[in-house]
């Protein structure tokens, strides 16, 4: 069975901080795929990132990083010079090989509160 | 244009009372979704359909229906609600896998 975990419940940073959050699955499949959402207080669930099993290229989008370890099973997102604005609640999941139907299993996602 | 839109926004209705949440993609994709976000924030698949065709049917309570007419709508009937119904409903699309877009979700309360 799939499982993902965010063992980091509530981060609290200062603005400007870096910031990382921890991703850790499970999954016996050998192709599978890992994803981050953003939820911010409106409540809207945003895409941030896919990654495929077969990628461990780490990934830099703007102030988004991500880095893929297949060694320890984990997705981990950074956010380099957080705003304000990145304040909401970030989910890791992770989906089965590519078929139609296949669903995603979320972590318990982290709440990310960034002060002025 | 939205992606994935899906209707009411909230929902307050009493228990016992029958409702419908509507969700429709105009993405193209194949593949389509309800999720249910508890009052923790935990999100968990509760149906899937490809192609108007049931794919995936966790252990959800027979009262939640989902009806697909076609592949760009997929709709959410519950009967009888319950207190414990009260979530936020998400509805997504993807396609053969790919990210899932989300609606902007349904708040339910039920009183």
């Known amino acids: 069975a799939q499982k993902v975990t965010q063992a980091q419940t509530e981060i609290s940073v200062v603005e400007k901080e870096d910031v990382t959050l921890d991703c850790v699955y499970e999954t016996r499949d050998t192709t599978y795929y890992l994803f981050w959402y953003k939820q911010p207080p409106s409540g809207e669930l945003v895409f941030l990132i896919r990654r495929n099993s077969f990628d461990e290229q780490n990934e830099i989008s703007g102030r988004y990083s991500w880095n893929f370890q297949k060694s320890t099973s984990s997705f981990n997102f950074t956010i380099t010079a957080s705003q304000v604005v990145d304040s909401a609640v970030y989910f890791c999941?992770?989906?089965?090989?590519?078929?139609?139907?296949?669903?995603?299993?979320f972590g318990e996602g982290t709440q990310l509160t960034v002060n002025p | 244009d939205t992606a994935v839109s899906q209707t009411p926004k909230y929902l307050v209705t009493q228990m016992g009372n029958d409702k419908s949440i509507k969700c429709e993609q105009n993405l193209g994709h194949d593949t389509m979704y309800w999720y249910k976000q508890d009052s923790k924030k935990f999100l968990k698949i509760m149906f899937s359909y490809n192609n108007k065709e049931l794919i995936i049917n966790e252990t959800v309570p027979n009262r939640f229906s989902p009806k697909s007419p076609d592949k760009a709508h997929l709709n959410l009937h519950i009967n009888s609600l319950e207190l414990g119904d009260s979530a936020v409903y998400f509805c997504a699309s993807s396609s053969e896998g790919r990210a899932a877009f989300f609606g902007q979700g349904t708040r339910l309360t039920v009183v």
């Open positions: 999941a992770l989906s089965e090989a590519e078929y139609s139907g296949s669903r995603l299993t």
